[in-house]
């Protein structure tokens, strides 16, 4: 059992090792852990509201704008990264340097809407005069009338086109789109293109603002049977507002032709998609469906889900900063947990003899166990490694030699009661193992409590304590006992030598199994002087309570005796 314990072990660690090798050599990993910000460096990114009556941003819009921004960088696969306010400003802090998709996310910070298509046609902006050539549509005549011929009766009445929108439909060209600060007029109609320059619109003002989408996700479509048509879709969920301005807005169109029965969805001052309406839509729950593949039906849902701020955005700086703390403080955190490793190890040497050695190598093998995951995290997962998730691994360094002392005392508490050595390996193992999982349950509900609720680098500590945490775990019951099994039928520590550590003389012990005593043999005064005192030390509450109370009766026997 011991054997077969120890070789799964071998097995998961060559396991990881295996895998990291893998990434090394047909991917981007590295034996190194990527890492985080203060220690590496990154891009910092600084977004200026741009609000459209020239008014400065509340700091609700700005807390709200900075959550949504988080969730887009950590949708991107970037961790360890900072969001936060500055003055009227959002600062985005990315380790490394970002690239071109994590900038998009973070740059295309206009606000997602929803407006009705009043004229959709090719993005030509060229016609063919009479000479036959081709000729660009002139820049519009500031004189031409932007009034409308009549009053509208709805967002997708025709007579908002105007002779001056109009000519600025004909002439916009597509190859250079509206800029991300400009910031549109929601009560008006605009002109608009397809992000990939396929299709200009003239669209209708704002129906449904992007801030009323609570969820956004992409999956197959099913028939009512609950079979998948093999399309892609993306589906929507609207609050209670959303619902209500979308149903509305679906009854008009559904009765209407192409395109007119077409909505836009606006982001960035682009059109990421502009679907038709073919049935009202009044439970908030509508779906978008069309030529998506998985990858594009998820980059929809994505700018659906965390493309809806509140308030508009233009890029004030884009720089690359230094290490707020550098490899100097990663240094001394390594060397921090080098010292700590020594002193936990010459601690149980003093204290365990040889036996400190099973802890030595215990804590060797988790911390193998432990840069395996976190690099192969760093390649899959873009875990990046702060100077608080060194902490953490630091942390971890006591917590994983407590499951061990916890361990190795109660082998020591069996020997004093009389237990063969490996008679006291097993039943020390049953009464360890239950503190150690209950302490070690509570080490990782706390590391998943701090994770969830936390933001920014303690989500590094609460991590690294997690994984370091499960890893003790594993490493206690796959080696550290197994090891001790081993250990238990040796003659060095079966015959209880005293540089064992589980010498049951030193221990205390009086009682030696199979209801026989030991015989008491003389010592000097200082030797036992000590074993006493060490025997009271090891006494639980119990057994100090019942020496007290026997003490107590003898004393009060001896009063009444004389």
Known sequence: ?????????????????????????????????????????????????????????????????????????????????????????????IPGKADEETRKRIEASAKLEFRPVLVAGQPSNTFVGEDGTETPYPTPDPALPNTPTAE???????????????????????????????????????????????????????????????????????????????????????????????????????????????????????VISAPQTLAVISDGRPEISGNFTQESSKTLADQLKYGALPISFTVQSSDQISATLGSSQLQIGILAGIIGLILVGIYT????????????????????????????????????????????????????????????????????????????????WRRAKRTIYASKGVNLLAAVVLYVLAVGNVKGFAFTLGVTTVIDVIVVILFT????????????????????????????????????FRAPTEVNKVKAAKSSREATKRQTIAERKQAELIASGGTKSQEKDS
Not at 12 to 28: D, E, F, K, Q, R
Not at 33 to 46: C, M, N, S, V, Y
Not at 62 to 70: G, Y
Not at 223 to 233: C, K, R
């Open 481 to 516: 006992h197994p090891m001790l099994q081993l250990l238990a039928r040796t003659r060095f520590f079966s015959s209880g030598h005293p540089l064992s550590g589980l010498d049951p003389k030193a221990l205390g012990a009086v009682y030696r199994g199979r209801a026989q």
């Open 349 to 428: 040497l003093f204290q365990y003899r040889m036996l400190g050695f099973v802890t030595i190598a215990s804590l060797i093998i988790a911390g193998v166990l432990t840069y395996l995951v976190i690099a192969i995290l760093s390649w899959r997962n873009g875990y990046r490694l702060s100077l608080a998730g060194v902490a953490g691994l630091i942390v971890a360094i006591g917590f994983t030699a407590d499951s061990f002392i916890i361990y190795f005392e109660r082998i020591r508490d069996e020997l004093r009661d009389g237990r063969g050595l490996e008679s006291a390996v097993e039943a020390g």
């Open 1 to 93: 059992m011991a054997r077969r314990s120890l070789t799964w072990l071998g097995v998961i660690t060559l396991g990881l090792l295996a895998i990291l090798i893998g990434g090394i050599l047909t991917s981007n990993a590295s034996w190194a852990p990527k890492l985080a910000l203060d220690l590496e460096g990154g891009t910092q990114i600084i977004l200026q509201p741009n609000i459209e009556d020239g008014s400065q941003a509340t700091s609700d819009q700005l807390n709200q704008a900075v959550s949504i921004i988080r969730q887009r960088v950590d949708a991107s696969g970037v961790s360890e990264a900072e969001v936060n306010t500055e003055g009227n400003n959002v600062v985005v802090s």
């Open 152 to 270: 509208p009766t709805s967002p997708s009445d025709l007579s908002q086109i105007t002779p001056a929108l109009q000519a600025e439909y004909q002439a916009f060209d597509c190859s250079q789109p509206v800029e991300a600060g400009v910031v549109q007029p929601a009560d008006q109609p605009i002109v608009a293109c397809e992000v990939d320059g396929s299709v200009k619109y003239i669209l209708g003002p704002v129906e449904v603002e992007g801030s009323h989408i609570t969820d956004a996700t992409n999956g197959m479509r099913t028939t009512q049977s609950g079979a998948t048509t093999g399309e892609w879709a993306v589906n929507l969920r609207f609050d209670r507002e959303g619902t209500e301005q979308f149903a509305k807005v679906t009854s008009r169109l559904n009765g209407l032709e192409s395109p007119q029965n077409q909505f836009a969805i606006v982001l960035d001052n682009q």
